[in-house]
Nanobody, 114 residues
Framework: QVQLVESGGGLVQPGGSLRLSCAAS????????MNWYRQAPGKERELVAR???????YYTESVKGRFTISRDNAKNTVYLQMDSLKPEDTAVYYC????????WGQGTQVTVSS
């Protein structure tokens, strides 16, 4: 069964850190680029970071220097390390394939607030 399961969200103070995980199953994870997206209340879902199958990564401007995407092909998992978090990072975070997107998972809520 093809599935994406996000985890690792929570409530954190501004300036804090979180590490999100996305466990994939049901497809050959290693050959796909993987993306992290987020959707804030009342806003459209936006692409946050991408990691290609070869490891090259890309970030949206607002998170450059603060977020790091990585992958472990042995564990079929993609990660998003989020540092120096800001209130505007508050959103539900999702992962998906870069090509041939799959049904969305449940996402993981990240709330940055004092």
């Amino acid at each position: 069964q093809v599935q994406l399961v996000e985890s690792g969200g929570g409530l954190v103070q501004p300036g804090g850190s979180l590490r999100l995980s996305c466990a994939a199953s049901g497809f050959t994870f290693s050959i796909y680029g993987m993306n992290w997206y987020r959707q804030a209340p009342g806003k459209e879902r936006e692409l946050v970071a991408r990691i290609l199958s070869g490891g090259r990564s890309y970030y949206t401007e607002s998170v450059k220097g603060r977020f790091t995407i990585s992958r472990d092909n042995a564990k079929n998992t993609v990660y998003l390390q989020m540092d120096s978090l800001k209130p505007e990072d508050t959103a539900v975070y999702y992962c998906n394939r870069n090509s041939g997107p799959l049904p969305w998972g449940q996402g993981t809520q990240v709330t940055v607030s004092s």
